[in-house]
């Protein structure tokens, strides 16, 4: 893991989660200090150099403690169970994360981000671990019940939830109500500041809106998303979003570029590109895109963890700044630009001679005299400004940024962390076959083939079938978990839409009979398959947060698989996951809107699209370009191309056996409930069936 190598040269004495420091915690009967996070976090990376770079700490750890480093993207199962913990007792949570435990695991203590020293009359670490110590020395009975009673009621609490009636179309309702009272009417997003992005959301609302026609649901989108590409938060010169602002008005995020955020983001400005046919949104997806492309992709072909937060400041210097890669200081565009055109770009993205980060966001004097890029002023308005024309500024944009760019690139790069994680790169390979329909782009479907073929050759065991979690130099190590599995499947099924290579849907029914054997239970899927018994509590995700629940994609890959095989037991698992959250969704459904997205498919009658023909020739390829355009998102797509393909898909569905190109030509058959409407060879036809749905 790049995270635990960063701490390789600590005076801490850590060890990696696993039986030599439970063993020596336990011989020497030491509580354990686990700190979890991640290589891009910013406040770890602050915590790494304030504390665990400090010798006099380091001994007090060393003395007192069995010391555990832990990636959370490696294991995200642990990082529930304790982060679970932490936000039951404290209220909050975040990384780093920061638990002692028993010699048996179990926790007793723990919060995040702790200061050094004490400060504004809060202890700071030193003294934590100093009382800590003391506790466990003298009062050790107490400690270990304490630690006891919050895992039985972790255990409670992994179950609390599960269990419940049927769901109907007054969930949807009710979500699109909770999702709508936190909407930021002025800024776009959801709640106060902290913003976070969460495409779960726009997921839902779109369709919601597809559902309803209820247009407000789709302001809310459009208009956040606007914003966002608007704001700080998207790197305006080299593409792709930040992972959250730290305002609300989107201008200055904590900079780590996050592979997660880019696949689902990519896929929401594709979907509203869809329904609105506006360029802007299908600009931004490219600039996405092309980015992981440029700064994320593996010489193998999958995809990248994360750029950090963090670099440093200057060429030859030792010293780091949140965002230094990004900020600009005034003089600085100058100097790139040129006096002129640094006053028309400086009067577009928001520069300021002083910098444009007010000081109540930058608390820790991060960014004096910097400005983080913005769109402030349209095109048309720089134009009037200016008294040029709309097209003249928008050229002298592209030039800018591109000098710019230039500049920047000669700048200390964020360190990457170059972990494949098959989770993630399920998400991405998601966002490229999907964005290979939408835009009409064969590299990005190039980019999902090839980065499928990569998790398919390095992340699977030939000989059992089954996926690992991660791949970095030549090794693939962690068995695979819930979300490996359910968000590999997603994307195999669009991989499987857009390519229409049959072994990506064979592969993904074996991949959905592995996550049955491993995680199923009668409430959902364990995001663990239970077989490492250092895991205190085997947990259910129910939250659809920054990414989203496995569940919840499970409940879709499921309907789907459903829907292109004709099997009804896939169908009856997808109906046991909704009932299994039932409880959950009738209080709360704003917390689990991928799933009240995947709720809609199972309520709605999907449309089964086959196209009969070649799946090259330009016949087929008009047929499906006019499905790949529209917005219809309960939907499958099939290809009957009169050979293997067909003949697998017909082993399930019964009514695909005769359907054929007419009179020579690739034809289209629109059905519901198995049931097909005359077929149809010229677009015009297919339009108005699409389009009378």
Request: net charge negative; with cysteine; aromatic share 10%.
């Amino acid at each position: 893991s790049p995270y635990l190598l960063l701490h390789a040269h600590n005076p801490v004495d850590w060890y990696a989660w696993g039986e030599e420091a439970f063993e020596k915690a336990r011989r020497e009967r030491k509580p354990i200090f686990l700190s979890i996070g991640y290589y891009t976090c910013h406040w770890c990376h602050v915590m790494e150099r304030e504390s665990f770079s400090d010798p006099a700490i380091a001994e007090i750890l060393n003395r007192n403690f069995v010391s555990i480093k832990l990636d959370r993207e490696e294991r995200p199962d642990l990082d529930r169970v304790y982060m679970t913990y932490v936000q039951a007792t404290t209220g909050s949570g975040g990384w780093p994360l920061s638990v002692f435990l028993t010699t048996a695991l179990k926790p007793f203590f723990g919060g995040t981000y702790w200061p050094p020293d004490d400060a504004f009359g809060r202890p700071g670490f030193r003294t934590l671990l100093a009382r800590i110590a003391e506790a466990w020395e003298h009062n050790r009975p107490a400690v270990e019940e304490a630690a006891e009673r919050a895992t039985l009621a972790l255990g409670e609490m992994a179950g609390a939830h599960t269990g419940g009636g049927e769901l109907g179309a007054n969930i949807l309702d009710a979500a699109y109500r909770q999702i709508g009272s936190a909407y930021d009417r002025t800024h776009g997003g959801f709640g106060a500041a902290p913003k976070f992005p969460r495409p779960v959301v726009f997921n839902f609302l779109l369709r919601y809106y597809s559902r309803t026609g209820e247009r407000a649901a789709l302001e809310m989108t459009l208009h956040t998303l606007r914003k966002m590409a608007e704001g700080g938060i998207r790197d305006q010169l080299g593409g792709g979003f930040h992972r959250y602002s730290t305002d609300e008005r989107w201008h200055v995020p904590h900079f780590e570029k996050m592979l997660y955020d880019q696949a689902q983001l990519a896929v929401s400005y594709c979907e509203s590109f869809q329904i609105t046919r506006d360029a802007f949104y299908a600009e931004v997806a490219r600039e996405v895109l092309d980015f992981v492309l440029r700064d994320m992709r593996a010489p193998e072909g999958g995809f990248y963890s994360a750029l950090d937060a963090d670099s440093l400041i200057r060429a030859g210097s030792s010293e780091h700044g949140e965002g230094a890669f990004y900020v600009w200081e005034a003089g600085e565009i100058a100097a790139a630009l040129g006096a002129e055109e640094a006053e028309i770009f400086g009067f577009a993205y928001g520069v300021e001679p002083d910098g444009n980060v007010r000081s109540e966001q930058d608390f820790r004097q991060e960014f004096p005299r910097k400005n983080i890029l913005h769109i402030r002023h349209s095109a048309a308005e720089t134009a009037r400004r200016f008294g040029k024309s709309e097209d003249e500024i928008r050229e002298l944009f592209v030039a800018s940024r591109r000098k710019l760019f230039a500049t920047r690139s000669e700048r200390p790069h964020p360190p990457l962390d170059d972990k494949v994680i098959t989770a993630w790169n399920g998400l991405m390979i998601s966002a490229f076959a999907r964005a290979s329909q939408v835009l009409d782009e064969p590299r990005y479907l190039t980019a999902a083939s090839e980065a499928a073929e990569m998790i398919e050759s390095t992340l699977r065991d030939d000989a059992s079938g089954r996926i690992k979690r991660r791949f970095r130099q030549g090794e693939a190590a962690i068995d695979g978990f819930l979300s490996d599995y359910a968000f590999f499947v997603q994307g195999l099924l669009d991989l499987y839409e857009t390519s229409f290579d049959i072994h990506w849907l064979e592969l993904a029914l074996e991949l959905q009979q592995h996550q049955d054997g491993l995680f199923g239970g009668s409430s959902g899927y364990f995001e663990t398959s239970g077989a490492d018994r250092s895991v205190l509590v085997r947990m259910r995700e129910d939250y659809d947060g920054a990414e989203p629940s496995p569940n919840s994609v499970a409940a879709l890959n499921l309907l789907r698989l459903s829907q292109m095989t004709g099997r009804k037991d896939l169908r009856e698992k997808a109906d046991r996951i909704f009932s299994a959250f039932a409880s959950r969704m009738e209080v709360i459904p704003e917390a689990m809107p991928q799933m009240a997205a995947a709720l809609d498919f199972g309520l709605s009658d999907p449309m089964q699209i086959v196209i009969a023909g070649e799946p090259s020739a330009p016949d087929t390829r008009a047929l499906l370009r006019l499905v790949h355009e529209r917005f219809i998102p309960n939907k499958i797509l099939l290809l009957a191309d009169g050979g293997a393909g067909q003949s697998f898909l017909a082993r399930g569905l019964a009514f695909l056996e005769g359907m054929t190109r007419q009179n020579g030509r690739a034809t289209a058959y629109v059905c519901q409930n198995y049931a097909c409407r005359l077929p149809v060879s010229d677009p015009e036809g297919l339009s108005r069936q699409l389009d009378s749905r």
